[in-house]
């Protein structure tokens, strides 16, 4: 499977901000998803996950209750909804995806696919 992030912006410090995630190749129906963000000189890190039929959500506690992850799976695309938005969140985002990686482990894990990831930036 293919993915392609986008909806990266630069937005003010209590700003929202919607990426997107859109796959090619298979049908997301059969992956997990989750999204990961890599700050400027830090490692990468888990933001949110969502099972196969979206009935499952997991998130980061930094991000919980300001953060929502969703699909539709009938357009193939993972949505990560982010509402007050702060400049330490500046950073890199990335989705991924995996088969047989849960959604609930997928903040110890490694998804096998990944897209490039779409820039936020959060500035006065």
């Known amino acids: 499977v293919q993915l392609q992030a986008s909806g990266g912006g630069w937005v003010r410090p209590g700003d929202s901000l919607r990426l997107s995630c859109a796959a090619s190749?298979?049908?997301?129906?059969?992956?997990?998803m989750g999204w990961f963000r890599q700050a400027p000189g830090k490692e990468r890190g888990f933001v949110a996950a969502?099972?196969?039929?979206?009935?499952?959500?997991y998130y980061a506690e930094s991000v919980k209750g300001r953060f929502t992850i969703s699909r539709d799976n009938s357009k193939n695309t993972v949505y990560l909804q982010m509402n007050s938005l702060q400049p330490e969140e500046t950073a890199l985002y990335y989705c991924?995806?995996?088969?047989?990686?849960?959604?609930?482990?997928?903040?110890?894990?490694?998804?096998?696919?990944w897209g490039q990831g779409t820039l936020v930036t959060v500035s006065s």
């Open positions: 991924a995806a995996d088969p047989a990686l849960q959604a609930a482990t997928m903040r110890n894990g490694r998804p096998g696919y």
């Open positions: 190749g298979r049908t997301l129906a059969t992956y997990n």
């Open positions: 969502i099972s196969r039929s979206g009935s499952a959500t």
